[in-house]
């Protein structure tokens, strides 16, 4: 009798089938049962199979119902500080909730926290420029939300260029407003624990070259006013001559030297003619003591904001910059307005404590004071940011206790505040904004995409031209 090779095999298929129909039955059945159930004195951890493919209804809660609670009505942040800011005896008179993220909140002593601000922007049209410090996160990097409200104010009161741009990114690719490209560099940050490094610059980073260092930038067309440039300074230390070789756009390669300034921060500048240049290419040696902190990229008078984003910065990492060298960097810059805006990093799900985090803010925020003493400070709040709680996608509860907490600390400083927060839309903002088509908010529903950067950012420029508008209206009625 012939026996064949595929008669001897037997056939698993059916048996495949019922044990997958089992486990399904199985796993269904564990996901039904309700939270903290136990088995064999174990308790289960509450599961949904279904989760990934479940269709979720983001909260449809109008704005003007949203409203910050009481710090002891937030579940999951039993010990948060998060005072109750609607009482009579705050010593600052209470704002009404519907206000929040529509309005710059200003705490300052006489309620005149943009002034200087704004005169400065009236300056503009004498030949001022006026910059804008903004210490974030990775909320805002690769100038999400920042170009479009960079390229929205710039038009309306003046300025082209994209400002001060790094040596290295994690983002160059992601980033519209400039292209970028670098190679061969040694690369040092506040959030990148080295024993050994040199003084950190004014974006909390610094830069030394190796043999054959590169660095290029390009202007874009994606915003209006950032694909040239008529003057580039480049910021550096050194402790003795360094030659470099740089070009402009298609011109020849020209040789020039950065000299040593005591070891302090020193500029070399090229300083061109309407339209300007729209490519810059440097190289560099392997020098020893030299550091490059950055190059700004502007065209005269007008407006610029300056993104200082860093990824996993919480605010505390701040404390790290010298107070004296970041002085030396803004007898340059001459900023009219620091911004900070941190947080994303602190919003978990598991928060039960927010005091440490109130803490490292109360530190840093006397610090940016003693870097930047004669400035305003605007304190811009964390945003929207979802997780699930059980099978479905909710705002973190830290989310807005943190708003909360950053608004009274801006309060006790006397600083101004914009609650990003309520601006963005309130709570449930990442659900519905990573639902939209195109997509508003990544599916980590933590950070916006591009598209929705440009939503918030006009709303935030939008904000910031009214500001400017009622002071307007007050100055002329003295």
Same mark, same amino acid.
């Given at each position: 009798m012939r026996i064949t090779f595929a008669s001897q095999m037997k056939?698993?298929?059916?048996?495949?089938?019922?044990?997958?129909?089992?486990?399904? $039955?199985?796993?269904?059945?564990?996901?039904?049962? &309700?939270?903290?159930?136990? @088995?064999?004195? =174990?308790?289960?951890?509450?599961? !949904? $199979?279904?989760?990934?493919?479940?269709?979720?209804? &983001?909260?449809?809660?109008? @704005?003007?119902? =949203?409203?910050?609670?009481?710090? !002891?009505?937030?579940?999951?942040?039993?010990?948060?500080?998060?005072?109750?800011?609607?009482?009579?005896?705050?010593?600052?008179?209470?704002i009404d909730p519907a206000f929040f993220g529509n309005i710059i909140e200003d705490y300052s002593v006489e309620k005149k926290g943009l002034d200087s601000f704004f005169f400065a922007i009236d300056g503009i049209k004498k030949g001022r420029t006026v910059r804008v410090a903004w210490y974030g996160d990775s909320f805002v990097e690769g100038d999400v939300l920042i170009g479009d409200l960079r390229d929205t104010l710039q038009t309306r009161w003046g300025g082209r260029g994209v400002g001060f741009v790094p040596i290295t990114s994690e983002v160059a690719q992601f980033?519209?407003?400039?292209?970028?490209?670098?190679?061969?560099?040694?690369?040092?940050?506040?959030?990148?624990?080295?024993l050994v490094h040199p003084k950190l610059g004014l974006n909390g980073y610094a830069y030394q070259p190796q043999e054959g260092a590169s660095l290029t930038y390009e202007g874009t067309r994606y915003f209006r006013n950032t694909h040239s440039w008529t003057n580039a300074r480049l910021f550096y230390t050194a402790s003795a001559p360094c030659n470099f070789d740089w070009h402009l756009d298609d011109q020849?390669?020209?040789?020039?030297?950065?000299?040593?300034?005591?070891?302090?921060?020193?500029?070399?500048?090229?300083?061109?003619?309407y339209p300007g240049c729209k490519y810059l290419n440097l190289r560099f040696n392997a020098e020893n003591d030299l550091t490059?902190?950055?190059?700004?990229?502007?065209?005269?008078?007008?407006?610029?904001?300056?993104?200082?984003?860093?990824?996993?910065?919480?605010?505390?990492?701040?404390?790290l910059l010298n107070t004296d060298f970041i002085q030396q960097f803004n007898k340059f810059q001459q900023y009219d307005l620091?911004?900070?805006?941190?947080?994303?990093?602190?919003?978990?799900n598991s928060l039960d404590n927010i005091q440490w985090y109130e803490d490292e803010l109360e530190g840093t925020l006397k610090h940016l004071r003693d870097c930047f003493p004669h400035q305003p400070i605007?304190?811009?709040?964390?945003?929207?940011?979802?997780?699930?709680?059980?099978?479905?996608?909710?705002?973190?509860?830290?989310?807005?206790?943190?708003?909360?907490?950053?608004?009274?600390?801006?309060?006790?400083?006397?600083f101004l505040f914009f609650d990003l927060f309520h601006g963005m839309g309130g709570e449930g903002t990442m659900v519905r904004f990573?639902?939209?088509?195109?997509?508003?908010?990544?599916?980590?529903?933590?950070?916006?995409?591009?598209?929705?950067?440009?939503?918030?950012?006009?709303?935030?420029?939008?904000i910031l031209l009214e500001e400017q508008q009622k002071w307007a209206s007050n100055k002329s009625s003295r």
């Open positions: 056939n698993y298929i059916n048996q495949t089938l019922a044990f997958t129909a089992l486990l399904i $039955i199985l796993l269904t059945g564990v996901s039904l049962l &309700p939270k903290g159930s136990t @088995l064999f004195m =174990l308790q289960l951890r509450e599961m !949904d $199979i279904f989760s990934e493919i479940r269709v979720i209804k &983001p909260s449809t809660t109008p @704005l003007q119902d =949203l409203k910050t609670p009481p710090r !002891d009505t937030f579940e999951n942040v039993s010990n948060a500080q998060t005072p109750n800011i609607y009482t009579e005896n705050s010593p600052f008179p209470a980033r519209r407003t400039i292209r970028q490209q670098f190679s061969h560099w040694n690369t040092y940050s506040i959030v990148k624990k080295s020849m390669v020209q040789n020039d030297q950065l000299t040593p300034k005591n070891n302090q921060v020193n500029l070399w500048r090229w300083d061109g003619k490059i902190y950055g190059t700004a990229l502007e065209s005269g008078p007008g407006f610029y904001l300056d993104n200082f984003s860093i990824r996993g910065n919480s605010g505390g990492q701040l404390k620091i911004v900070l805006q941190v947080g994303l990093n602190a919003v978990t605007l304190i811009i709040s964390v945003g929207d940011r979802g997780g699930k709680n059980g099978t479905e996608l909710v705002t973190m509860p830290s989310a807005p206790a943190i708003v909360a907490m950053q608004r009274t600390v801006a309060m006790r400083h006397g990573a639902m939209q088509n195109p997509r508003l908010a990544n599916t980590d529903y933590t950070h916006l995409t591009h598209e929705g950067g440009q939503v918030v950012g006009l709303k935030l420029a939008a």
